[in-house]
């Protein structure tokens, strides 16, 4: 056997490939409003994820986008179990986390997550091999087999173990960070792993060659993604699916071409035109995103999108648009997706 080598990942899909490897539904998170003091109305309770639906196949990309505010990482931390939904079942391999099946512990070892700040994730005190080897040892390793996984997964992520095992956290640079902490991630041999934000702070040449990493570890080890980030190309180039959040709903959901070619939520087309083009043909001097920055506090009624969007009319203030098909596997909540909705500019088209 070779050290560090994770188990095949045939071995482990108990659900078999069909089963998705995540399934959420209904997941829902507000954040205070817990009855005002003595006895006061309830204020200020954030939706920041507000009843959203989706899933993640076995070896896919999911990416998930959205302007700052709308749900992502509070999403991640759902799945992850890092914070309690309020509402909402969550499938792993086709089983629900916390039941007797798949106890909180394994679904643990299974998901991990990376974050945007690659030191405070890190422990000052420990030195780069005893962070990866951290896990593995709690987990009952010994610990010369914790070493050794450390160094094979040091290896794996471009950090030559000699030269890197025995620095700390600040004696190396904030991509090499980013990649001790995919290190550790890998360390319990999960099957998912959620990044959130983890290539944003880093600089474009640095990201370019963590996010080639990524693809290359995701092959190799049989993993699952979801991907969070600001970044559209960024997102274009990793997901094989997209999730387009806005104010803690689903606005479009589907695989990654259609939505950039033909997005399906008029909110999704003011993001895509929004992304600095290198084609000197598709630049645009409009300013496609006005309107107030959304509020999950107070969200407008019916379509929460409807004060910004250019598609608007009264039915859109009114009714909350359903996940209408666009195309395969695609969906989008707008009312002008569904046929049946009697927007107006359906009638006109
Ligand atoms: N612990 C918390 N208590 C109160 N409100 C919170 C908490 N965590 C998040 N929020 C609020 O929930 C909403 C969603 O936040 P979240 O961090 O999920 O957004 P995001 O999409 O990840 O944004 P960003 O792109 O800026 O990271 C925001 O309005 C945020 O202020
Ligand atoms: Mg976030």
Same mark, same amino acid.
């Given at each position: 056997?070779?050290?560090?080598?994770?188990?095949?990942?045939?071995?482990?899909?108990?659900?078999?490939?069909?089963?998705?490897?995540?399934?959420?539904?209904?997941?829902?998170?507000?954040?205070?409003?817990?009855?005002?003091?003595?006895?006061?109305?309830?204020?200020?309770?954030?939706?920041?994820?507000?009843?959203?639906?989706?899933?993640?196949?076995?070896?896919?990309?999911?990416?998930?986008?959205?302007?700052?505010?709308?749900?992502?990482?509070?999403?991640?931390?759902?799945?992850?179990?890092?914070?309690?939904?309020?509402?909402?079942?969550?499938?792993?391999?086709?089983?629900?986390?916390?039941?007797?099946?798949?106890?909180?512990?394994?679904?643990?070892?299974?998901?991990?997550?990376?974050?945007?700040?690659?030191?405070?994730?890190?422990?000052?005190?420990?030195?780069?091999?005893?962070?990866?080897?951290? !896990?593995?040892?709690?987990?009952?390793?010994?610990?010369?087999?914790?070493?050794?996984?450390?160094?094979?997964?040091?290896?794996?992520?471009?950090?030559?173990?000699?030269?890197?095992?025995?620095?700390?956290?600040?004696?190396?640079?904030?991509?090499?960070?980013?990649?001790?902490?995919?290190?550790?991630?890998?360390?319990?041999?999960?099957?998912?792993?959620?990044?959130?934000?983890?290539?944003?702070?880093?600089?474009?040449?640095?990201?370019?060659?963590?996010?080639?990493?990524?693809?290359?570890?995701?092959?190799?080890?049989?993993?699952?993604?979801?991907?969070?980030?600001?970044?559209?190309?960024?997102?274009?180039?990793?997901?094989?699916?997209?999730?387009?959040?806005?104010?803690?709903?689903?606005?479009?959901?589907?695989?990654?071409?259609?939505?950039?070619?033909?997005?399906?939520?008029?909110?999704?087309?003011?993001?895509?035109?929004?992304?600095?083009?290198?084609?000197?043909?598709?630049?645009?001097?409009?300013?496609?995103?006005? !309107?107030?920055?959304?509020?999950?506090?107070?969200?407008?009624? !019916?379509?929460?999108?409807?004060?910004?969007?250019?598609?608007?009319?009264?039915?859109?203030?009114?009714?909350?648009?359903?996940?209408?098909?666009?195309?395969?596997?695609?969906?989008?909540?707008?009312?002008?997706?569904?046929?049946?909705?009697?927007?107006?500019?359906?009638?006109?088209?």
């Amino acid at each position: 056997m070779i050290i560090g080598a994770p188990p095949a990942p045939e071995d482990r899909d108990r659900g078999g490939p069909g089963t998705p490897l995540l399934d959420v539904r209904g997941l829902t998170k507000h954040f205070g409003g817990k009855g005002g003091l003595f006895g006061k109305a309830k204020s200020g309770v954030v939706r920041a994820v507000d009843g959203i639906d989706f899933s993640v196949a076995k070896g896919e990309t999911l990416g998930i986008v959205g302007e700052s505010g709308c749900g992502k990482s509070t999403t991640a931390r759902l799945v992850m179990q890092i914070i309690r939904p309020d509402a909402g079942d969550i499938l792993f391999d086709g089983e629900a986390v916390g039941s007797q099946a798949l106890s909180l512990g394994d679904f643990r070892r299974q998901a991990q997550m990376v974050f945007q700040d690659s030191y405070a994730s890190l422990n000052p005190r420990l030195t780069v091999e005893e962070t990866v080897a951290f !896990g593995p040892r709690v987990q009952g390793a010994k610990p010369a087999a914790a070493l050794a996984k450390a160094h094979d997964l040091l290896h794996r992520v471009g950090l030559e173990p000699r030269r890197f095992a025995g620095r700390y956290p600040h004696e190396i640079s904030g991509g090499q960070r980013q990649r001790v902490n995919i290190a550790r991630a890998l360390s319990l041999d999960p099957r998912l792993l959620i990044l959130d934000e983890a290539v944003s702070a880093l600089d474009k040449s640095v990201e370019a060659q963590v996010l080639n990493l990524l693809l290359d570890l995701k092959r190799d080890f049989g993993l699952t993604y979801m991907f969070i980030t600001h970044d559209l190309n960024v997102v274009r180039f990793m997901s094989d699916r997209i999730m387009v959040m806005y104010l803690g709903k689903v606005a479009e959901f589907g695989p990654s071409e259609p939505i950039f070619e033909k997005p399906g939520h008029p909110y999704t087309a003011a993001l895509l035109s929004s992304m600095p083009s290198m084609d000197p043909d598709h630049r645009t001097q409009e300013a496609p995103l006005t !309107g107030d920055p959304p509020n999950p506090i107070d969200p407008p009624s !019916g379509c929460r999108f409807h004060p910004r969007c250019k598609m608007v009319s009264t039915l859109c203030s009114q009714a909350e648009p359903r996940l209408s098909t666009m195309g395969e596997d695609h969906l989008a909540a707008c009312h002008l997706a569904d046929p049946q909705s009697g927007h107006p500019r359906l009638a006109a088209a």
